[in-house]
């Protein structure tokens, strides 16, 4: 089997939700597809009601070939201060036209502010490795790992697009979605994360710097997130730019011209536009910037502002990541 699902940008690229049916009858909820966690999470009928408002939802009762996972839990609290807890249920799930008869569907019983505010979703799907699920006192299988025995091969690729619907495809490398050669890097999955060693980086039409640095490739996370030392050296290239406390990180005049930044996955050259890097207005006439420091997070992620301009290749089988211009 192989599959197609859309992907949707929210304003500005924060996030990118695809259609997810659960349940028989099913229902199609809007999910935000995440390589950086590994919980499949819904919006639920268990919730106050207060914390339903905007969403659509999963009502486990409805649905007739829904089974409690009794005993099982999950609580996840996500790196930006966010989180979600629940029950789990057994039921299917179909993506892209792929069904995956007994996936765990875990529940939300309660959810943090930021999810009900947000109602571009209805919950997220985990694409990270199953070490880092939080179902307790078991782990459940992402649902990308349960789809794995029906795919020709265990593969999903990332095609996010800037302003505009992209896709994601499963079990198969479509080759009209890039252009040149893809160029592969290892993946260390001990931390669960889709995690590699990038080889470098350029500012703009300066010199490459050979270094390695260790970066997640992560759906979930809107901006790209480097070390400081990294971020100070684009930013000194953008004139009237600061690091606000205030605004939460670098800003700059909207009308500045940004560089681009080259990111280096083995010898092949990942450039995102220097467009891609003004992220959203800020006050007055500053914007706030694509590509921020990585202080304070633990680790240096390639979000989407990163992976927007690429065509992605997860390979869960050995596992690596593949990189071709998008
Ligand atoms: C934040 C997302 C997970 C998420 C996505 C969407 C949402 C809303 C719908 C409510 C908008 C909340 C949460 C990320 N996913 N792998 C994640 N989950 N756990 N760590 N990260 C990466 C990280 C970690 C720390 C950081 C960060 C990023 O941005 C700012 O500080």
């Given at each position: 089997?192989?599959?197609?699902?859309?992907?949707?940008?929210?304003?500005?690229?924060?996030?990118?939700?695809?259609?997810?049916?659960?349940?028989?009858?099913?229902?199609?909820?809007?999910?935000?597809?995440?390589?950086?966690?590994?919980?499949?999470?819904?919006?639920?009928?268990?919730?106050?009601?207060?914390?339903?408002?905007?969403?659509?939802?999963?009502?486990?009762?409805?649905?007739?070939?829904?089974?409690?996972?009794?005993?099982?839990?999950?609580?996840?609290?996500?790196?930006?201060?966010?989180?979600?807890?629940?029950?789990?249920?057994?039921?299917?799930?179909?993506?892209?036209?792929?069904?995956?008869?007994?996936?765990?569907?875990?529940?939300?019983?309660?959810?943090?502010?930021?999810?009900?505010?947000?109602?571009?979703?209805?919950?997220?799907?985990?694409?990270?490795?199953?070490?880092?699920?939080?179902?307790?006192?078991?782990?459940?299988?992402?649902?990308?790992?349960?789809?794995?025995?029906?795919?020709?091969?265990?593969?999903?690729?990332?095609?996010?697009?800037?302003?505009?619907?992209?896709?994601y495809n499963f079990g198969y490398i479509d080759s009209s979605e890039y252009t040149g050669s893809i160029t592969y890097a290892t993946i260390n999955s001990a931390n669960g994360f889709w995690e590699f060693s990038a080889s470098g980086y350029a500012v703009g039409s300066g010199a490459f710097s050979s270094q390695s640095i260790d970066v997640i490739a992560d759906t979930g996370t809107t901006l790209i997130y480097l070390p400081a030392a990294i971020v100070k050296a684009y930013y000194a290239k953008v004139s009237g730019s600061s690091n606000s406390a205030s605004a939460g990180g670098y800003i700059f005049p909207c009308s500045a011209t940004l560089?681009?930044?080259?990111?280096?996955?083995?010898?092949?050259?990942?450039?995102?536009?220097?467009?891609?890097?003004?992220?959203?207005?800020?006050?007055?006439?500053?914007?706030?910037?694509?590509?921020?420091?990585?202080?304070?997070?633990?680790?240096?992620?390639?979000?989407?502002?990163?992976?927007?301009?690429?065509?992605?290749?997860?390979?869960?089988?050995?596992?690596?990541?593949?990189?071709?211009?998008?």
């Amino acid at each position: 089997a192989q599959g197609s699902v859309t992907a949707s940008p929210s304003q500005y690229d924060g996030e990118y939700d695809c259609p997810v049916t659960v349940g028989t009858p099913g229902v199609t909820l809007p999910l935000d597809f995440d390589t950086g966690s590994s919980d499949l999470w819904v919006f639920s009928s268990e919730l106050p009601a207060s914390e339903r408002s905007g969403h659509a939802y999963y009502t486990s009762s409805s649905s007739s070939t829904s089974k409690l996972d009794s005993g099982e839990t999950w609580d996840i609290s996500y790196g930006d201060g966010s989180g979600a807890e629940g029950n789990i249920y057994i039921d299917k799930v179909t993506i892209g036209g792929i069904t995956v008869t007994s996936q765990a569907v875990e529940a939300a019983e309660s959810v943090s502010s930021e999810f009900v505010s947000d109602t571009s979703n209805d919950g997220l799907v985990g694409f990270a490795f199953d070490s880092i699920n939080t179902a307790s006192p078991n782990h459940v299988q992402t649902w990308f790992g349960n789809a794995e025995a029906q795919l020709a091969s265990p593969v999903f690729t990332a095609n996010l697009k800037k302003g505009k619907a992209g896709n994601y495809n499963f079990g198969y490398i479509d080759s009209s979605e890039y252009t040149g050669s893809i160029t592969y890097a290892t993946i260390n999955s001990a931390n669960g994360f889709w995690e590699f060693s990038a080889s470098g980086y350029a500012v703009g039409s300066g010199a490459f710097s050979s270094q390695s640095i260790d970066v997640i490739a992560d759906t979930g996370t809107t901006l790209i997130y480097l070390p400081a030392a990294i971020v100070k050296a684009y930013y000194a290239k953008v004139s009237g730019s600061s690091n606000s406390a205030s605004a939460g990180g670098y800003i700059f005049p909207c009308s500045a011209t940004l560089p681009s930044l080259t990111i280096g996955i083995g010898s092949y050259k990942a450039v995102v536009p220097g467009t891609f890097l003004n992220y959203a207005p800020n006050t007055g006439s500053t914007c706030f910037g694509g590509l921020q420091s990585n202080a304070g997070i633990g680790l240096s992620i390639l979000g989407d502002v990163f992976l927007k301009s690429q065509f992605v290749v997860f390979n869960q089988g050995v596992p690596k990541i593949g990189f071709a211009p998008g």
